[in-house]
């Protein structure tokens, strides 16, 4: 199996995961702050909620990467 190819059958799926997965806890940080929780409660969970998020983000833009790159391996065969 091409190289490209299983990095993108790999990091697909995993970043679609971190993406939905960091898209629910932002909801639960603004749950949070909506409730009228400390500061110090929602800010953190916030913060962690981005940061998951815009690792989903990278990671799945990275199998993009991997997937042009597949088809372009293949071109060339």
Known sequence: MNKHRKKWLIQ???GLVLIGFGACLIAESAILKASGAPWL???PAG???LCV???GLSVFG???LE???Y???L???
Do not use: D, G
């Open 67 to 69: 997937r042009i790159r």
């Open 12 to 14: 697909a799926p995993i």
């Open 75 to 77: 071109l060339k065969e």
């Open 53 to 55: 998020f815009n690792a």
């Open 62 to 64: 990275n199998a993009i």
């Open 41 to 43: 409660q929602w800010v």
């Open 47 to 49: 913060t962690v909620a």
């Open 71 to 73: 088809e372009r391996s």
